[in-house]
């Protein structure tokens, strides 16, 4: 069994839609767990950091935390076309060395 | 520079060939990690140095992988005797350790090929 399991998807949505992303995890030692956006033939560029369980909004992204329930979950608003991009989560234990990444869902908003 | 930087871009080898892959982490930034990414797939960890020592090397697959950062900066990741199932993306990152935070900043990556 994985570390961390992501929906591969693709998961395609129209334009303004509501998007959910999730992530579930087995190790309950994770303490930090991130998003990361990543564009065809680019590096993943971090979109959301949270520790602990709980929420965090940025804009049009929500991150929530249930460790509880070891899942995850990335929440877009009115979803743009340039969002059309492969979701990663990422989550790390306390001594912050190492992420674990989940194989990412592609998500295409279409116009 | 501004972000983190890789090179080659792209590296297209034999099988049994030896590739250096190099990362300019962003500057100041004291950590410095590598993974591999292959096709469909997350990051997958390898190696991870705190100023120039390798502070957890667990993720190297095996011995033909080696990983330096002699000066505390820029880091070379060495692979020998390359084997079609190394095909994949080397991605590096860079953070910048605070007190109860660490957030990787990741580089392009370069895809290595091998035939």
């Known amino acids: 069994q994985k570390e961390v399991e992501q929906d591969p998807g693709p998961l395609s949505v129209p334009e303004g839609a509501i998007v959910s992303l999730n992530c579930t995890y087995s190790n309950s030692a994770f303490q930090y767990f991130m998003w990361y956006r990543q564009y065809s033939r680019k590096g993943p560029e971090l979109l959301m950091y949270t520790y602990s369980s709980g929420n965090k909004e940025d804009g049009r992204f929500t991150a929530q935390v249930d460790k509880s329930s070891k899942y995850i979950s990335l929440f877009i608003r009115d979803s743009q076309p340039s969002d059309s991009a492969t979701y990663l989560c990422a989550m790390s234990a306390d001594n912050f060395n190492k992420f674990y990444f989940g194989s990412g869902t592609k998500l295409n908003v279409k116009p | 520079g501004a972000g983190v930087s890789q090179t080659p871009s792209n590296k297209v080898t034999e099988k049994g060939k030896y590739v250096e892959l190099r990362c300019d982490p962003i500057s100041g930034h004291t950590a410095l990690y590598w993974y591999r990414q292959s096709l469909g797939q997350g990051p997958e960890f390898l190696i991870y140095f705190q100023g120039t020592g390798a502070a957890d090397d667990s993720g190297l697959p095996n011995d033909r992988f080696f990983a330096v950062r002699p000066e505390g900066s820029v880091s070379t990741l060495k692979i020998q005797r390359t084997e079609r199932g190394d095909s994949a993306v080397y991605l590096c990152?860079?953070?910048?350790?605070?007190?109860?935070?660490?957030?990787?900043?990741f580089g392009p990556g370069t895809r290595l090929t091998v035939l």
């Open positions: 990152a860079s953070s910048l350790i605070l007190a109860g935070t660490d957030t990787q900043y």
